[in-house]
């Protein structure tokens, strides 16, 4: 099994270390719950709802789980109280150190692990699982470089038929398109390049260097050992976590919207152009065994 460990992937993971340490301390008064003084994102309260949703949909009650990427905790806390068992991983000891504390404060600290390492070396962590499901929210894998060491080291931690849901920043966003033709200002979308560049790292607003993906080339380093089981658009027709101000200051006017995104997000010429793409994988080998064939599904 590799593991990332080449110069330049480990300035690559520096990188990405101090700028999510410096965003740590006040990642959840900006992006965190959203609260009556006005602290938090009511977007991203919606978002991660979804997602949790989501979860528990496919993972089996009290399963033991890895969370890549998991940033302050609010997810995985979430599961533990639903008396699901996380260990989470994060590039950032700072945000480690955050999910420590809030898990301290607020009693949820049996279940849940932190662990400050990058999705990339998933092959060094100390505990082998098997986990019995994986999920990676709103961006995370976006900034990694190493594709074929997480589906990898995935291959090794998961049990055979486990989902992991990775939720994906998408190369075309819908929204930003009508947004910008609408005012005749199309630089108001992000550029959403395939290539490595900087912009706004997940769900954050952390610039760093990130790589912006279609279902498919996303899918298909994970390829030889998970078949994609289904993908969506996430969200479709709300604003683009960036842009989350539009829906602080008028949330009712998105009701609809979120009506019209929970019907259309699964159709295939719409689950590829939401500000992310949320895709169910499903480890279809048990390790050591000769992977599956490459699954089609997520082409476009």
Known sequence: MTTATDAATLQHYKTLEVRFDRAARLYDATYGPADEQGHGNPLMDWLRAEHLSVLRDLLPAEASVLDIGCGTGEEALALVRDGYSVLGIDISPAMIRQAQTKAAVHGVQRGFLARALAAGQLASLDE????????????????????????????????????????????????????GAHRLAPRLALDRSGEWAESRAGAGGVVAPVRFYTPGEFAAPFSPYF????????????????????????????????RWDARMRSWPGFRAWGDHFLMVLRHAAAPGAEPPAPDGAASR
């Open 128 to 179: 082998r699982g098997p986990f019995r499901g994986a999920y990676s929210s709103l961006g995370t894998l976006n900034t990694e470089p190493d594709l074929p060491a997480v589906a990898q080291a995935l291959h090794a931690l998961l049990e055979p038929g486990a989902p992991f849901v990775a939720t994906v920043m998408s190369r075309r966003c819908l929204f930003e398109i009508v947004r």
């Open 227 to 258: 078949a994609v089981e289904s993908v969506r658009a996430f969200p479709l027709w709300l604003p683009p976590v960036h842009l989350h101000e539009l829906y602080r200051a008028a949330p009712d006017r998105y009701a609809r919207a979120k």
